[in-house]
């Protein structure tokens, strides 16, 4: 009898609990932690001392700045900045180059085909369709990847990742998720199936669900070059003297909003259908190293930039022909890929994109690397325009087809915020293993992607800015 | 929880995977990742030792034997943790092996070269079992990297034997053993220092007290529980309910052979 009335006080206490919380104003574990640490300060400030001169680590002043509450954030910016900055301003000269010298051999190969007395269709699918759209890929993503990754590897080589994810912790914490999500999001910087995966670092499940769900709203190595693409080519563009750092702020924009829109998602589930306090991490700040260079250029030439294109060239290769041939076979009067891209152009034009837009984007759900390819294959094979020198002639394509600044925004939001590619949903669903959780993260997105861009859009044209 | 040797040894079996044997002592061997616990647990047991997973977790359990001025012992090796506060599955494993299986002797083992973090872990052992022992490890690393720890004051700060250790050299093992044999026969009876919180905390804890004083008996500490409470850990509490419907089910049982009679 004595066992059973202590259950019954166990939940009057806990009852009571409850109510002492509810009336604290600040969190009782946090300060339940605070204290221990305090404890364990006071402890150590006695007992412990350095032989000799007192010498404060290199590694503890760098923490001070890294982590600090003024420079913290600020720090974190310019580094995001300056990283996008060498990105867009390094990869400007070798994208022209390597355009000029595949599409002078695009000529070559033409003349080839002739010599040999090739069928116009055979010469259409493989020189057409599938060597310009590789073409581009090579030419437009290659340069700022091999350029970004090693950047990225060295800031991860060196100790920087776990202080941002600790920068970040208070934030996440105020969404009530994870700060270990932050981690999760950097692993989804290289890939979004990688960041489900590396969502299971967090033990609650109701925050590993979170992350999950949210882990879409970081632009994925496949999104970045479409990111980096389309400020290079028709943002900076439009101010001359300053595009560089121009499109190293927009870019870095992007990130920041998707971040944004991350921790509000995450604050948004907490509130409804993820209901739950947040719980606190431990993380161990490693000490700071020099990357070691082989290992730098190993990682992100290998395992990213490689990666990532050979990813993009066979998603991207059959896609080019399969599109050359949807765009040369007419039926009536319209090819079947500018019947597909009018039924959608409707809906494209409410949020200011179009229907080439739409469809790409459709047609990009197996790997969001071959996008921006898919478009400029679609808007080349219903143009008369042949032959590209450089960056200069592909906005002219662009704007050709109706781009404005607005629609160059709302691509990059789109691509943002849009659903996530298929590799990342099959992820989800074996994480999850749950149906219902894999098409609440499509669903996400998507409803995100489609409202921002439409709220956009229609605000710019009330105002008559575009 | 105040067990018989019987029961402890069935609830050892059947909620935590280690078989004890009545006449053994048992050891918990707690501390933070990467402070030498496995070198120091087989430094102890040699090649006596028993691998598996805790019931139901993917986490390693290691335990051994050893003998030790002519008296058994068995030392179980918890999963290294940062904290007892049960955010991940090894810190819920440490805390229910502490707080349940009643072990004679905790060890905490902490790294030299970062006290002020390893302490926090000690802090919280304090707050559930009296009967600890602080192993300071890495002693070695900790004079290369010029820092002085005084031993003695450490020892009279925390109220528990400090020992300092370098397992990977082997010394002060034989120190270790002593104290651990002095404690589990209650030779020694350590008085570990308990956290000062702020007044907030104390004063919400001053209200929960009494309402959860009956809940063990007494056998698993008040203040422990009311801060469980304070922090909304859910899991604790259900672990707890887990742990009170076992000893439940066991006195109804006792109860029922009484009424047999």
């Known amino acids: 009898m004595c066992a059973m009335s202590s259950s019954r006080n166990l939940s009057e206490a806990y009852g009571q609990a409850e109510y002492v919380r509810k009336a604290y104003r600040n969190s009782f574990s946090d300060q339940i932690v605070a204290d221990i640490y305090g404890n364990a300060e006071q402890i150590t400030k006695h007992v412990l001392s350095s032989k000799g001169r007192h010498r404060i680590g290199f590694d503890q002043i760098i923490d001070n700045l890294v982590t600090s509450k003024w420079f913290g954030y600020p720090l974190m910016i310019l580094l995001l900045v300056g990283v996008f900055w060498i990105t867009i301003e390094g990869a400007n000269i070798p994208s022209g180059l390597l355009a000029s010298v595949l599409f002078a051999f695009q000529d070559q190969l033409t003349l080839g085909f002739q010599w040999l007395g090739a069928p116009d269709w055979v010469h259409g699918v493989l020189v057409l369709g599938v060597y310009r759209t590789l073409a581009w890929v090579v030419s437009v993503m290659l340069p700022p990847m091999a350029i970004f990754f090693p950047l990225f590897t060295l800031l991860e080589d060196s100790g920087y990742l776990p202080r941002i994810a600790f920068n970040l912790d208070h934030i996440f914490k105020k969404a009530k998720a994870c700060g270990k999500q932050s981690l999760t999001m950097c692993m989804g910087f290289g890939c979004n199936a990688a960041g489900v995966t590396s969502c299971r670092i967090i033990d609650s499940p109701r925050e590993r669900l979170i992350a999950i769900l949210t882990n879409n709203f970081v632009p994925c190595n496949g999104r970045f070059p479409t990111l980096i693409a389309i400020t290079s080519i028709f943002i900076g563009g439009a101010i001359a003297s300053y595009s560089g750092i121009i499109n190293a702020l927009v870019i870095s924009g992007m990130i920041l909003l998707g971040i944004a829109v991350t921790l509000t998602v995450s604050w948004l589930l907490s509130i409804t259908i993820l209901k739950g306090e947040p719980s606190s991490l431990v993380l161990e700040l490693p000490s700071y190293r020099r990357p070691k260079i082989g290992a730098v250029i190993y990682r992100s030439v290998i395992d990213r930039t490689l990666f990532v294109l050979r990813r993009a060239i066979i998603i991207a290769a059959p896609a080019g022909a399969v599109i050359w041939i949807l765009a040369n076979i007419y039926i009536g009067e319209l090819s079947i890929l500018s019947t597909v891209a009018h039924t959608l152009n409707p809906l494209g034009k409410l949020i200011g994109l179009d229907g080439f837009i739409l469809m790409a984007f459709i047609l990009g759900l197996p790997a969001n690397e071959i996008v921006m390819p898919i478009l400029i294959m679609s808007y080349l094979s219903t143009g008369s325009l042949q032959d590209f020198a450089s960056l200069e002639e592909l906005r002219n394509v662009l704007v050709s087809n109706g781009w404005t600044w607005l629609t160059a925004v709302n691509v990059m939001l789109f691509s943002l915020l849009h659903w996530p590619c298929a590799t990342t949903l099959l992820t989800t669903y074996k994480e999850t293993g749950s149906k219902k959780w894999t098409f609440l993260s499509f669903l996400i997105p998507t409803l995100i992607g489609f409202s921002a861009c439409f709220i956009l859009t229609q605000v710019v044209r009330m105002l008559g800015l575009a | ?261």
């Open chain 2, 1 to 261: 929880m105040i067990l018989s040797a019987e029961k402890k040894s069935l609830l050892w079996q059947n909620y935590f995977g280690v078989t004890i044997r009545n006449d053994q002592l048992s050891i918990a061997l707690a501390g933070n990742p990467n402070v030498g616990k496995s070198t120091i647990f087989n430094a102890l047991t040699g090649l006596h030792q028993h691998t598996g997973n805790w019931p139901g977790k993917t986490v390693n359990n290691a335990h051994g034997s050893y003998q030790y001025q002519k008296k058994p012992f068995l030392i179980v090796d918890l999963p290294g943790t940062y904290s007892l506060l049960a955010h991940t599955v090894e810190e819920q494993i440490a805390r229910d092996f502490l707080c349940f299986a009643n072990p004679d002797v905790t060890v905490v083992v902490l790294d030299a070269t970062s006290l002020e973090r390893n302490l926090n872990l000690a802090l919280q052992v304090f707050e559930i079992t009296p009967n600890v022992i602080v192993c300071l490890n890495l002693m070695d690393e900790a004079k290369k990297k010029n820092l002085v720890i005084d031993v003695p004051s450490l020892e009279r700060e925390l109220g528990v034997p400090v020992v300092a250790t370098a397992a990977r050299q082997g010394k002060g093992l034989e120190e270790l053993r002593e104290k651990i044999l002095q404690v589990a026969t209650g030779l020694l009876q350590p008085t570990p220092r308990q956290i000062k919180y702020s007044s907030d905390v104390e004063s919400a804890l001053k209200e929960l007290l009494p309402l959860v004083e009956n809940i063990t008996n007494n056998s698993l500490s008040p203040r422990w529980i009311a801060l469980r409470l304070l922090d909304g850990d859910q899991s604790f509490l259900e672990s707890l309910s887990n742990f009170l419907d076992i000893d439940q089910v066991s006195f109804q049982d006792w109860e029922e052979s009484k009424c047999a009679q």
